[in-house]
T-cell receptor
Framework: AQSVTQPDIHITVSEGASLELRCNYSYGATPYLFWYVQSPGQGLQLLLKYFSGDTLVQGIKGFEAEFKRSQSSFNLRKPSVHWSDAAEYFC??????????FGPGTRLSVLP | DAGITQSPRHKVTETGTPVTLRCHQTENHRYMYWYRQDPGHGLRLIHYSYGVKDTDKGEVSDGYSVSRSKTEDFLLTLESATSSQTSVYFCAITTGTPTYEQYFGPGTRLTVT
């Protein structure tokens, strides 16, 4: 079945540590790929997106993501996490000719 | 910020009552969406609109209807609210090509008792 998966429901990292959040999709052709962040009580904010070209994309707040076609993945990374990064992160895809499809989300906690 | 507001921001209602949520945008975007957000499910599409009076169903449309009589307003109606419709509802717009980005309103927390 076509889907977007985020294998980690909850991740805890220490402040200053590196972060990688995983996203996998199962669609025949490479869809448009997005990462969003949601702080408590807020709407979703776009972090970055990938349509084509360079497979490493830079976003806001120091985030980056790498598209790997062979793994159908679009993982989000940050070299050094700040306490303000604690939030929920959603991967989203747009298959050709379809609407946005969101993953279930990964909640990030940051230890001081 | 795509100029999206939602009203009300919080609502508590009783089972069986009708409820209408409003989404208003100020930037004349053609595409508008209603999602619900529940723990473990991410965002699920309820209905969407691709223009005035042009709407279509999403994956979880049962029990919901929508209307769009003006470009800037997209209304979501629960004809007879049920406890399973307790959720946080988000409105969104999508910019056109080539940027093709989705922006969200602040959400409406609806509790059905």
């Amino acid at each position: 079945a076509q889907s977007v998966t985020q294998p980690d429901i909850h991740i805890t990292v220490s402040e200053g540590a590196s972060l990688e959040l995983r996203c996998n999709y199962s669609y025949g052709a490479t869809p448009y790929l997005f990462w969003y962040v949601q702080s408590p009580g807020q709407g979703l904010q776009l972090l970055l997106k990938y349509f084509s070209g360079d497979t490493l994309v830079q976003g806001i707040k120091g985030f980056e993501a790498e598209f790997k076609r062979s793994q159908s993945s679009f993982n989000l990374r940050k070299p050094s996490v700040h306490w303000s990064d604690a939030a929920e992160y959603f991967c989203a895809v747009v298959p050709y000719g379809q609407n946005f499809v969101f993953g279930p989300g990964t909640r990030l906690s940051v230890l001081p | 910020d795509a100029g999206i507001t939602q009203s009300p921001r919080h609502k508590v209602t009783e089972t069986g009552t009708p409820v209408t949520l409003r989404c208003h945008q100020t930037e004349n975007h053609r595409y508008m969406y209603w999602y619900r957000q529940d723990p473990g499910h991410g965002l699920r599409l309820i209905h969407y609109s691709y223009g005035v009076k042009d709407t279509d169903k999403g994956e979880v449309s049962d029990g919901y209807s929508v209307s769009r009589s003006k470009t800037e307003d997209f209304l979501l109606t629960l004809e007879s609210a049920t406890s399973s419709q307790t959720s946080v509802y988000f409105c969104a717009i999508t910019t056109g090509t080539p940027t093709y980005e989705q922006y969200f309103g602040p959400g409406t927390r609806l509790t059905v008792t």
